[in-house]
């Protein structure tokens, strides 16, 4: 099989940027990804994004993007897989490349999200589940969702809310150090436990918010140090009443055992993770679901610190969806980011020796799964 390599990355400070519109965002990300790789030629690009018809009346990405940095009429095309849109944009690349077709190609991801007041944003954001169901006209949310996954992990495992807190102090002390993340100021563990209610038992700092950025990356078949190992794409169930086992991710599970085996690893030889995170309680269950951890032991791993930077499971050194934020378009191509930055020895919280690194990406409830893994050559 042919080898596929990073050649390049880029991306914009997340938050609440009133001032830059979508374009701009994706542009500068995009140029920043072309300058890393030294401005090569560009067959392709794909950009992952969510809402940008809905929420910021603006479609047509791909084209907007390579008219904008000038890339003529390489073809182009706009990636929707809600909250996976990222990683679905980084996959078709990557399979673009493989099939032959191209050489080089533009993964970019953004997201405007801060312009839209918050039931407006919540509404659009339920476009992700399934309109026709029965738990939709129930009023079920995406806190809602990631709620009863949080009651039910605790009835059957003994964690606690404490837990998720220790998930939420944690990815905002990695992203303290983040200087393109959100919310780098910093928390303590009580101000996480009494923060306002979303749904019980998530809190605010429980979940992801809503953000403005957007983030590249330059895939290449023209050998660079880092190499794409594994990228694999996997479907769950889109009800939460056609879900087996609540506890277990079915997208993400299958996703990556499609990775490891494209890979010819395990969880075992990971040296750095990048999970999305877009509730506390996902990224307990997603671990579990990939293999890191035995099914409801995740949150004993977080309790005992094995998931910070320096544990034995470096999770969301980047400050992870919680902290670093959510622009939903960007959010996959970020983890890809945050990886590379790792595995070429300059990533904020640094993992000591790190040389081959996961990226998982959900979408909906579990619809949607990327999983991609990268290794530092030499």
């Known amino acids: 099989?042919?080898?596929?390599?990073?050649?390049?990355?880029g991306m914009t400070r997340f938050g609440k940027l009133q001032d830059r519109t979508l374009k701009d965002l994706l542009v500068e990300a995009a140029s920043k990804a072309l300058e890393d790789a030294g401005n090569p030629r560009v067959d392709a690009i794909f950009v992952g994004n969510y809402m940008g018809g809905i929420a910021y009346k603006q479609e047509i990405l791909g084209?907007?993007?390579?008219?904008?940095?000038?890339l003529g009429?390489?073809?182009?095309?706009?990636?929707?897989?809600?909250?996976?849109?990222?990683g679905i944009a980084f996959r078709q690349a990557y399979l673009g490349i493989l099939s032959g077709e191209y050489e080089t190609v533009l993964a970019v991801g953004g997201e405007k999200m801060k312009q839209i007041p918050t039931?407006?944003?919540?509404?659009?954001?339920?476009?992700?589940?399934?309109?026709q169901s029965n738990e939709k006209y129930a009023g079920l949310t995406f806190p809602g969702f990631f709620g009863v996954v949080a009651n039910r992990y605790m009835h059957e495992t003994g964690a606690t809310k404490e837990?998720?807190?220790m998930i939420a102090l944690k990815n905002r002390e990695n992203a303290v150090n983040n200087p393109?993340?959100?919310?780098?100021?910093?928390a303590d563990l009580d101000e996480i436990m009494n923060a306002k209610m979303i749904t019980e038992p998530l809190g605010?700092?429980?979940?992801?918010?809503?953000?403005?950025?957007?983030?590249?990356?330059?895939l290449t078949k023209h050998e660079t140090d880092i190499r794409i190992l594994a990228s694999a794409q996997a479907s769950g169930p889109t009800q939460m009443q056609n879900i087996e086992d609540l506890l277990t991710l079915n997208a993400v599970k299958r996703s990556g055992e499609l990775a490891f085996e494209k890979a010819g690893l395990g969880p075992e030889d990971?040296?750095?993770v990048e999970i999305h995170d877009c509730f506390s309680i996902t990224e307990i269950v997603a671990s579990e679901s990939l293999g890191f951890f035995e099914r409801g032991k995740g949150f004993e791993a977080v309790a005992e610190g094995r998931t910070k930077p320096d544990g034995d499971v470096p999770i969301n050194t980047s400050g992870g969806l919680l902290s670093r934020g959510h622009p939903i378009g960007a959010t996959g191509i970020a983890q890809i980011y945050q990886i590379v930055q790792q595995l070429r020895g300059i990533a904020p919280n640094q993992v000591e020796g790190a040389r081959i690194g996961l990226a998982q990406n959900l979408g909906g409830t579990g619809a949607y799964s990327t999983v991609h893994i990268l290794e530092r050559l030499g």
């Open 73 to 86: 009429d390489v073809p182009s095309a706009k990636v929707e897989g809600a909250c996976a849109s990222g």
């Open 119 to 131: 039931a407006e944003i919540t509404s659009l954001l339920n476009t992700g589940m399934d309109n």
């Open 204 to 218: 605010l700092f429980d979940c992801s918010p809503t953000t403005d950025g957007a983030a590249a990356v330059v």
């Open 1 to 9: 099989m042919m080898d596929i390599y990073v050649s390049g990355i």
């Open 180 to 186: 393109l993340a959100q919310f780098r100021e910093p």
């Open 163 to 165: 837990h998720l807190a």
């Open 63 to 70: 084209a907007l993007v390579a008219n904008e940095l000038g």
């Open 270 to 272: 990971i040296d750095v």
